[in-house]
């Protein structure tokens, strides 16, 4: 047996499952305790319970899974990333299982490739094959009856995966080499005859040499021509039968519409029958008739209203 790196005093995890022979089992935990001695400490782990073993992080240095003669140990995702979750910074997975040679849908027996990038994403580095040998009849006939398994293309792959030297969710200070701004209050030197370039004198606004071009020169005489104000309305403004300005109209319709709306409030004012405003001509229907008076006296009212100015 190889002693797969174990020294005197670590820690380490051994993972086994219903396929592994019991005296197998024994015989690899007596050996590894001779390797790791008084200081150090062998557990086993059943994988079907190892979530719920709820070790704590980084317990272990190195994991070994599956690697026991005869073991047929499938590692699902979630008991990967369990494994590199209690391994410590710089431990070591080693494990074995076995894969299929030809891809077949909707099988739980991974390829050597998938099962490379599985440790890859539950979060190992340095992940590489170690050698690959033939399954027994015996381990055949397991795989194929407690996973469903049919065909015969299977071998056993033996991978290595390591943890990094840093837990996750560990931060660590990034030493940024950034220069520091001077504090120097010193301005940059100023080129004289770049200065003198781009400055302009009074006095030399005096000087006859100097030819300034007339802005009205500037401009064609379609330029001075007053536009048309009906070539200035927005191609939508006042369009339909019925005409209506733009919510922010600027070519003059709103104002054109509110005189003309003027216009007809003014011209649809009532008049009274002699051609007077309403109010300075009362009808007669309108004057008040007294309870008690006659209809003569009535009338004499009425008269003398028609004559006052």
Request: net charge neutral; proline share 6%.
């Amino acid at each position: 047996m190889a002693n797969f790196g174990i020294s005197a005093g670590q820690l380490v995890a051994v993972v086994w499952d219903k396929s592994c022979p019991v005296e197998a089992l024994k015989d690899l935990v007596d050996k590894l305790q001779v390797l790791t001695g008084n200081e150090g400490r062998v557990s086993v782990e059943n994988i079907n319970q190892l979530l719920q073993s709820a070790h704590k992080e980084s317990s272990f240095d190195i994991i070994l899974s599956g690697i026991i003669p005869g073991s047929t140990t499938l590692h699902s995702a979630e008991v990967l990333a369990e494994m590199a979750r209690i391994l410590r910074p710089g431990g070591c997975l080693i494990l074995k299982e076995p894969i299929e040679t030809t891809v077949v849908n909707n099988c739980k027996v991974k390829t050597a490739s998938k099962l490379c990038s599985a440790l890859t994403l539950s979060g190992l580095v340095e992940v590489k094959e170690l050698q690959r040998v033939s399954l027994s009849p015996e381990e055949v006939q397991f795989v194929q009856e407690h996973l469903g398994y049919k065909s015969d293309n299977l071998l056993s792959v033996q991978i290595t995966g390591k943890k990094p030297n840093f837990e996750v969710g560990s931060s660590s200070q990034l030493k940024l080499s950034i220069a520091k701004k001077s504090s120097s209050s010193v301005k940059p030197a100023v080129d004289p005859a770049a200065a003198k370039l781009w400055t302009l004198s009074a006095n030399d606004m005096e000087d006859d040499s100097m030819d300034l071009i007339d802005s009205d020169e500037l401009l064609d005489p379609e330029d001075l021509k007053k536009p048309d104000p009906a070539s200035l309305r927005a191609p939508s403004c006042g369009e339909g039968k019925k005409r209506k300005a733009c919510k922010n109209c600027t070519c003059g319709l709103a104002e054109e519409l509110e005189k003309d709306k003027a216009k007809e409030q003014k011209t649809s004012q009532p008049k009274s029958a002699c051609g007077n405003v309403t109010g300075r001509c009362i009808p007669l229907c309108q004057l008040p008739l007294p309870r008690h008076a006659s209809l003569q006296a009535w009338g004499e009212g009425v008269a003398q209203h028609q004559q006052s100015p």
